[in-house]
């Protein structure tokens, strides 16, 4: 079975600075996807970023970037010049590619601070 | 246009009580996942609806839960007996073709 693991409870960075959240996984398959979710205090998840695992180039969505390491099975992301708007938790999250019958399957989360 | 949209917001029940939770898929949606978000468990996957097909069930925790989608549209969680480790957000994503699953606002419970 797949996990998803993120070490970092909480985090904190200044506003405008950058800060890179980390993520690894565990899984026998060669095709999946990956994912972050941000979850405000709505409750409302948000995808944040989406990286195919066969795609070698990594992901980037304005601010939102990450660093794919298939061999590594990690998947990091990196918020540049951070604003208030993105303290949320923000969760990593697997998708295996071969059959739409799982969900997925999230890491714990990290709570990201974002100090003024 | 609208998004996934889950009632009630809140729900507090006593333990033993049966409760329904609903979910409105975004139209058109084919797929429909419930997942539970806990202190204790963090997100975890209940169950997946394609269509009108017989839902893939392994992931509820006990017998006590059961789903249902009517006519590959709305969605509705049952508890039965709640117990108070049922208590929980659950939450309702839907997604059309293979892409991002979008999410609802999830419904909290809390059952005393």
């Known amino acids: 079975a797949q996990t998803v693991t993120q070490s970092q409870p909480e985090m904190s960075v200044q506003e405008a600075e950058t800060v890179t959240l980390s993520c690894t996984y565990d899984?026998?398959?060669?095709?999946?996807?990956l994912f972050w979710y941000k979850q405000p205090p709505s409750r409302q998840m948000i995808l944040v970023i989406r990286?195919?695992?066969?795609?070698?180039q990594n992901a980037t969505e304005n601010r939102f970037s990450v660093n794919f390491q298939k061999a590594a099975k990690s998947f990091s992301l990196k918020i540049s010049d951070s604003q208030l708007g993105d303290a949320a938790m923000y969760f990593c999250?697997?998708?295996?590619?071969?059959?739409?019958?799982?969900?997925?399957?999230f890491g714990k989360g990290t709570h990201l601070i974002i100090q003024p | 246009g609208a998004g996934v949209s889950q009632s009630p917001s809140n729900k507090v029940t006593e333990k033993g009580k049966d409760v329904e939770l609903r979910c409105d898929p975004i139209?058109?949606?084919?797929?429909l996942y419930w997942y539970r978000q806990s202190l204790g468990q963090g997100l975890e996957f209940l169950i997946y609806?394609?269509?009108?097909?017989?839902?893939?069930k392994s992931g509820l925790p006990s017998d006590r839960f059961s789903a249902e989608r009517t006519g590959g549209s709305v969605s509705t969680l049952t508890i039965q007996r709640t117990q108070q480790e049922d208590s929980a957000v659950y939450l309702c994503?839907?997604?059309?073709?293979?892409?991002?699953?979008?999410f609802g606002p999830g419904t909290r419970l809390t059952v005393t």
């Open positions: 609806f394609q269509g009108n097909s017989a839902p893939d």
């Open positions: 990286q195919e695992a066969y795609k070698q």
């Open positions: 994503a839907s997604r059309l073709g293979f892409g991002e699953q979008y």
């Open positions: 999250a697997y998708l295996y590619s071969g059959g739409g019958a799982d969900g997925l399957t």
């Open positions: 899984t026998s398959e060669s095709d999946y996807y």
């Open positions: 139209s058109g949606h084919t797929a």
